[in-house]
C-alpha cells in the first residue's frame, strides 16, 4: 500500500473552480488582463506564483486558501449533504446565495407598501361614510 499523497496541482483546482462558477476561459482571461492561451497554460501548470494565485483567486472571487484546499470529494459531499439531509449540515463553511441585508429591505418595503395601502382603503371607507 502506498503512502504517498496527490499531487496538489494548482492549476487543475482553478480549472474545476472556474468551471463550478460556470465561467469560461476567456471571461478569467478578461479579468486578469491577459488572454485565453494563458489560463489555459496556467491551469495545466502545477505550480503558480503566489502573486499569480492571488490575482486569480480575486477574479474567481475565492481565497487564495480556497484554491489550495479545493476538493472536489468536498464539493460533492456538501452538494450531497445539502441536498439529502437538510436538517444535520454540521460541518464546513455555507454561505446564503443571497445578500440577507437585501432580503431584510424587500420584507421592509413590502411591509411599508402594505401600510399604504391599508391606509388608503381607510381613507375610502371613510369617505364613504360620509357620503351617506
Same mark, same amino acid.
Given at each position: 500500500?502506498?503512502?504517498?499523497?496527490?499531487?496538489?496541482?494548482?492549476?487543475? %483546482?482553478?480549472?474545476?473552480?472556474?468551471?463550478?462558477?460556470?465561467? %469560461?476561459?476567456?471571461?478569467?482571461?478578461?479579468?486578469?488582463?491577459?488572454?485565453?492561451?494563458?489560463?489555459?497554460?496556467?491551469?495545466?501548470?502545477?505550480?503558480?506564483?503566489?502573486? +499569480?494565485?492571488?490575482?486569480?483567486? %480575486?477574479?474567481?472571487?475565492?481565497?487564495?486558501?480556497?484554491? +489550495?484546499?479545493?476538493?472536489?470529494?468536498?464539493?460533492?459531499?456538501?452538494?450531497?449533504?445539502?441536498?439529502?439531509?437538510?436538517?444535520?449540515?454540521?460541518?464546513?463553511?455555507?454561505?446564503?446565495?443571497?445578500?440577507?441585508?437585501? %432580503?431584510?429591505?424587500?420584507?421592509?418595503?413590502?411591509?411599508?407598501?402594505?401600510?399604504?395601502?391599508?391606509?388608503?382603503?381607510?381613507?375610502?371607507?371613510?369617505?364613504?361614510?360620509?357620503?351617506?
Amino acid at each position: 500500500m502506498s503512502t504517498a499523497t496527490k499531487p496538489n496541482h494548482i492549476g487543475r %483546482k482553478i480549472s474545476r473552480i472556474r468551471e463550478l462558477k460556470d465561467m %469560461k476561459q476567456e471571461a478569467l482571461a478578461q479579468a486578469l488582463g491577459t488572454n485565453q492561451q494563458a489560463v489555459s497554460i496556467m491551469e495545466n501548470s502545477e505550480t503558480i506564483e503566489e502573486e +499569480k494565485l492571488a490575482e486569480v483567486a %480575486k477574479a474567481l472571487g475565492v481565497s487564495v486558501e480556497a484554491i +489550495k484546499n479545493f476538493s472536489e470529494e468536498a464539493v460533492f459531499n456538501i452538494i450531497g449533504n445539502t441536498f439529502e439531509d437538510h436538517g444535520s449540515i454540521t460541518t464546513g463553511n455555507y454561505h446564503c446565495t443571497f445578500n440577507p441585508l437585501d %432580503k431584510v429591505i424587500e420584507l421592509y418595503e413590502r411591509l411599508i407598501q402594505a401600510e399604504k395601502e391599508l391606509v388608503q382603503a381607510e381613507k375610502e371607507k371613510v369617505e364613504l361614510l360620509k357620503g351617506k
